[in-house]
């Protein structure tokens, strides 16, 4: 990012410069700002009623499936293989036991932790290496 540009110059009053929507650099500069270092909000309690639910989005860049586990504890994790980064979940949402993904069979439970595969490492870590969102509240609202 370097020679960024700062923000605030690519605007006037009434319009914002054209770069501001084609520039890689200020791209990066907010999916970094913006979904790295915040609470991102990825579903509502109702996208998700009953156990086995899930619901596929993005955070930032990145996919991710949002499950609701058999104990009714809401888990996200990314929508790719351990393996070799394969899309796990093409589907938007439905309800189901397991992902596995459609590459060499590896199989996901529904809080993100590896079920099945091979025994070998992968792009995201060691098998078996769990990739969730540490924490995740569900909100109450007013």
């Keep these: 990012m370097q020679g960024l540009p700062d923000p605030k ?9 054209g770069s501001i929507y084609s520039n890689p650099d200020l791209y990066d500069m907010e999916m970094d700002r913006i979904f790295m270092h915040n609470w991102i909000w990825v579903a ?22 949002v499950s ?18 394969a899309t796990v979940c093409e589907l938007k949402h439905g309800k189901t036991a397991s992902f ?3 590459y060499h069979g590896w199989a996901y439970g529904l809080d993100g932790a590896l079920r099945g ?24 609202g007013v």
Excluded: W
């Excluded at 110059?9 to 410069?17: E, I």
């Excluded at 609701?68 to 980064?85: E, I, T």
């Excluded at 025994?119 to 078996?128: D, P, V």
């Design 68 to 85: 609701r586990d058999r104990k009714g504890v809401v888990h996200v994790m990314l929508n790719r293989c351990r393996h070799r980064a």
């Design 9 to 17: 110059s690519l605007l006037d009053d009434d319009r914002a410069d």
């Design 44 to 65: 509502h309690r109702s996208d998700l009623p009953a156990p086995g639910d899930f619901i596929t989005t993005f955070v930032g860049s990145h996919p991710v499936i």
């Design 100 to 102: 596995v993904c459609p």
């Design 117 to 140: 595969g091979s025994s070998s490492g992968g792009l995201y870590g060691a098998a078996g290496q769990v990739q969730t969102a540490a924490h995740l509240p569900e909100g109450r």
